[in-house]
């Protein structure tokens, strides 16, 4: 068995079977490459949803493309047309099938699943050793993609949490031509809590609960919040849960991993790939992935996820400290934002494509008040934590 690599990546989840994925696509410039994931087997444990094309390898894998997707409040409700970039759903499933094609395609790549390493990876003469079940391997190169820090309070602005079922019913119930994205109705204003409704037909659709908060929730904790909506949407009709989802989204990390060595790199969800006001990853994953592998397949040092603009950064900062204070007012600029804003540049905006023209549009639609408020709090927010981090 081989034990010598040029790159040994931690954890095949989505990060690191994208990167793998792009690796395989070099053909004789991919690197020797070992995966090591700590799952035994892959199962269809999520849904991923974005808008805008994915890139072209990934293209046939999108299973569904909605045109219309709705946001609903107590005080009113706005159905917006994203044509111009429909939201697409490819499944975990139909991602991990691909990716292990074709890594089993791949001589110079290989997966281990149901790994784990024994001890912390150690540099030495030039390369990175690590322990394993099946022995000791090493290589030049480390992309480390699991989640190494737990998600706790204060260690993000806030905690994207969500639970949900996919569900079969026995009568028509959904429109499938439209997603629920947001909706408040009911929610308590001390918490920002919404249903998401992506559906699949008529008669089958996944429905979530989802809470932006300072404190991460477990399935347990949104459990009641899930049943409600759930019995909101069916009725009296019957339905079966096929499977569960739940995740827990850093909305606004405060602390990414430095790299204190360019050849050992961190990367994936808790290392900077969500985006903090939306705590969307899918696409920006596939597109850290190409950069990486492209570096990789040149002889070059990997790559980290690159930090967004600073104009982002700072807007995003104040959008979720303003969240993170008037939890109350939340549905009201998320309606605001999607009935004043142009959808195809707001769609532009959520997926990290939007111009300087874009965010300034969005800037305009919100209400300054409480944004001009916040801001002070925000600046002394950002000037604490980088205090923390220097101080580290
Ligand atoms: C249920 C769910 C739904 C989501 N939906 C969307 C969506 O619709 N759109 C969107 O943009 N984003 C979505 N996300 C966010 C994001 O896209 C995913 O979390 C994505 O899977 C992140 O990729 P990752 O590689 O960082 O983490 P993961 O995909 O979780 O991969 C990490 C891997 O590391 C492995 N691992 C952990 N510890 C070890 C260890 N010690 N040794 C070896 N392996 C280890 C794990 O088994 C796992 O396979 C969703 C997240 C979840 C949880």
Known sequence: MRTDYDLIILGGGCAGLSLAMRLAA????????????????????????????PAAPLRHLVEQRWHALTIHTDGGQ????????PYQRISAGAFYAEALTLIGRTAAITLRLGEALASNPRKAGGSWHMETRQGPVRAARVVDTRATATP?????TLWQSFYGHEIACSEDLFDPACVALMDFRHAAPQRIEFTYVLPLSARHALVEVTQFGPQPLGPSQLRAALERAIAGRT???????????HGIL???????????????VHAGIMQGAARPATGYAFQRIQRWAARCAERLGEGGLPLGHALDAALLRALDALFLSLLRARPDIAPALFLRLFEAVDSACLTRFLSDQGSLADCARIVAALPAGPFLRQLPVALVERAGRRRAASAS
């Open 235 to 245: 009725g009296g009709a019957a339905c079966r849960v096929l499977r569960s989802e």
């Open 26 to 53: 070099l053909g004789p410039r991919c690197p020797r490459t070992l995966i090591i994931e700590a799952r035994p087997a892959y199962g269809n444990d999520r849904t991923w949803c974005f808008w805008g094309e």
């Open 152 to 156: 706790r309070s204060g260690a993000a």
């Open 78 to 85: 706005v159905r917006v047309d994203c044509s111009a970039m």
């Open 250 to 264: 850093p909305m606004g990390l405060h602390e990414q991993g430095a790299a204190a060595d360019p050849t050992y």
